[in-house]
């Protein structure tokens, strides 16, 4: 009976919690959630994330949104993450499996809906950027994009992805985009460090993993609605 109240007790705290600050962030059971206004500067609105379950294994959160002006620039990257209970050089990861259930609502939405993974040499780098920025892209709303320009069509994990290289400053990045929207998507994230470490140089025997989150990174709308119903991810 204790447990069954505490398990009760701790979804009643999580489906309490409001992330409205900038970077209102919440943790509990080996996941956080940040609210990650970074961009809001760039134009105008306002943005909340709440944290409807804790689940076991998993998370349920979702974000409201209203992003105007500034219309290529990213306001914010909502997302749920992993906690690295230790940073493991990406060559010796076995697997990665992860789960990611979504929907959006809103109108004339501009967003993209992606996991976003940073690795560095240093596996103490500030976990806001790092040497290397590994995109998954389930969707993109509108006429956005990713950085960089397009290589061509790759397949992984599976499924063809249209593989985008570029650089945000000196950290290179590599977007995988889903030429059509996966909704529901239960995978395993290790193939796509394998595919960038034989087909692109990505030096994956140098490189800890020091992030594995999963959010939407929205550019303007009205109204917008991101729910996560589920997401799940481990590293082993």
Known sequence: MKLVLAASALASLASAQSLCDQ???????????????WGKDAGSGSQC??????????????TDWNWSGGD?????????????SSKKIVSSI??????????YAGSNLRADVAYDIFT?????????SGDYELMIWLAKKGNVQPIGSSTGTVNVAGRNWD?????????????????????????????????????????ASSQYLTTFQFGTEPFTGNNAKFNVWYWYGEVN
């Not at 994330?49 to 979702?62: E, M, R």
């Not at 076995?94 to 929907?103: F, L, V």
């Open 23 to 37: 970077y209102g962030y919440f943790a509990s059971s080996g996941y956080y959630v940040n609210n990650n206004a």
């Open 49 to 62: 994330t709440y944290i409807d379950k804790v689940l076991s294994p998993g998370i349920q959160w979702h």
């Open 72 to 84: 290529n620039n990213v306001k914010s990257y909502p997302y749920s993450g992993r906690t690295l």
């Open 94 to 103: 076995g697997s990665m499996p992860t789960k990611a259930e979504w929907a």
């Open 120 to 128: 560095a040499a240093d596996p103490n780098h500030d976990t806001s």
């Open 163 to 203: 593989l985008w290289v570029g650089y945000n400053g000196p950290m290179k990045v590599f977007s995988f985009v889903a030429p059509q929207e996966i909704a529901v998507f239960e995978s395993d994230v290790k193939p796509f460090f394998n595919h960038i470490a034989s087909a692109q140089g990505y030096p």
